[in-house]
């Protein structure tokens, strides 16, 4: 009996102590990490970073909010308070992967390097601008056009989120140079 639980508290000290190293190590290497980065690069200069998608100087009014697990609440964007018919533009060398009703909404996905994309909603493409086409960074591409199921938002709003091929959402402020990575203060300074 003493054995067993001799035994049984060896192997909780084990975990903890390789949980405990694997978690130390780890913080050492996010302290490193640039989050307006892309996650796989390790840092991020003023070039590389992308332009909101908006064409006017307008601030979110709702954050993005990561899910806990891929199929969780969340909120896998940003939202902008916008009117009718504002212009939208590529924030970064794209593609128009897709263009059209989703759930009744209009939706508009932009394929960018690295395996990231866009997807705004409700937006409509721009006449001379068609599915499959290549955009520079800052082209207009579009405009927000707001039909009958637009219930994204309690008020009339633009929705733009990021997502990546294989880590799901990230957000947008992430790549626009908004999101400022968390500091860890000294202990005793508040």
Known sequence: ????????????????????????????AVAKFDLRAPFWKGSASREALWLPVL????????????????????????????????????????????????????????????????????????????????LQAGEPFGRVCFGEKDGHCEGVCLHWGVRTDTRGYLSPERFTGELSPSRLQPQGNV
């Open 55 to 134: 064409s006017s100087d307008i601030e979110p009014h709702r954050k993005f909010r990561q899910p806990e697990t891929p199929w969780g609440a969340g909120h896998r964007g940003v939202d902008y308070a916008v009117g009718d018919t504002e212009t939208l533009v590529s924030p970064t060398a794209s593609f128009v992967h897709f263009a059209g009703l989703v759930f009744g909404r209009p939706v508009i996905v932009l394929r960018h390097g690295d395996g990231l994309s866009s997807e705004v909603e409700p937006a409509c493409l721009a006449k001379d601008i068609s599915v499959g086409q290549s």
């Open 1 to 28: 009996m003493f054995d067993s639980k001799r035994r049984l508290l060896l192997g909780i000290f084990a975990l903890t102590a390789v949980f405990g190293v694997f978690v130390i190590e780890n913080r050492a």
